[in-house]
């Protein structure tokens, strides 16, 4: 386990997704919820890969610096776009450690803009938001954000304000080729797997320590890695190698 959570990362990684999933544990005699976070990128090559975990608080901006170091110092090199929930923490240190993109998973920004609308009206909302990302090219989708958050200032204020906060965060994506665009708007590439690391730990319930945690997070990760190494290549070839720093280090271990 040791070996494969501290392993050398090499060539570049264009596309890193974190997402965090909770867990109870016991720390000083209380029963305390902890984030582990878990990061998955994606190569030149094109292949999928569970790069790492970290158990600890998921908004303080020290420690997910770390987190990132610590994948700095194994390898981790050419990341252009980081795919997140909205965490303020994680935001600020990818433009610090990694001085990468930070794209605001468009499915968690949805959940957040629903809400301040009614019941009634949430179809018509998601609706008009949905044109934005009906658009072909990065200056299509900023002029309808624009248009779709002044229609909808008037009945929903705190939707059209968070819309003009949130707009180059959501839109980020569509600055990276086309190809890729499906897949990296949102943390898709890590709901299967949390999920199942959610199914596993519910068994469990309260952890004994931070160790406990990380053996048995571990565990599925590696086997979900195993995984993701024999299928096919996750992403399209076509505008990866444009995203590398340096040349291909490696071929991909399947055909694409």
Wanted: with cysteine.
């Amino acid at each position: 386990m040791g070996a494969f959570l501290n392993r050398p990362l090499e060539g570049d990684w264009p596309y890193l997704w974190i997402d965090a999933t909770y867990v109870k544990t016991r720390e000083a005699g209380r029963i305390v919820s902890v984030a582990v976070i878990v990061a998955v990128a994606v190569n030149t090559n094109g292949q999928r890969e569970v790069l790492g975990l970290k158990v600890g608080p998921s908004e303080a901006e020290p420690f997910w610096m770390e987190f990132l170091r610590s994948l700095g110092r194994r390898g981790l090199r050419g990341v252009k776009l980081v795919i997140s929930d909205a965490h303020e923490g994680l935001k600020a240190a990818a433009a610090k450690v990694l001085k990468a993109t930070w794209q605001r998973c468009r499915v968690h920004f949805m959940r957040n803009a629903l809400a301040h609308a009614g019941k009634a009206q949430r179809r018509m909302v998601s609706t008009a938001i949905a044109t934005v990302f009906a658009q072909d090219s990065a200056e299509t989708a900023h002029q309808q954000w624009r248009a779709v958050a002044d229609q909808l200032r008037e009945k929903f204020p705190k939707l059209a304000a968070l819309m003009e906060a949130a707009e180059h965060d959501v839109l980020a994506f569509m600055d990276f080729p086309k190809a890729h665009r499906l897949q990296i708007h949102l943390t898709h590439p890590l709901e299967r797997l949390n999920a199942e690391i959610k199914r596993r730990t519910d068994v469990v319930g309260i952890f004994p320590n931070e160790a406990a945690i990380i053996r048995l997070v571990g565990a599925v990760m590696l086997e979900q890695n195993d995984e993701w190494s024999l299928q096919r290549c996750y992403m399209q070839l076509e505008g990866l190698q444009a995203l590398s720093d340096t040349a291909p280090t490696r071929l991909p271990a399947v055909a694409c």
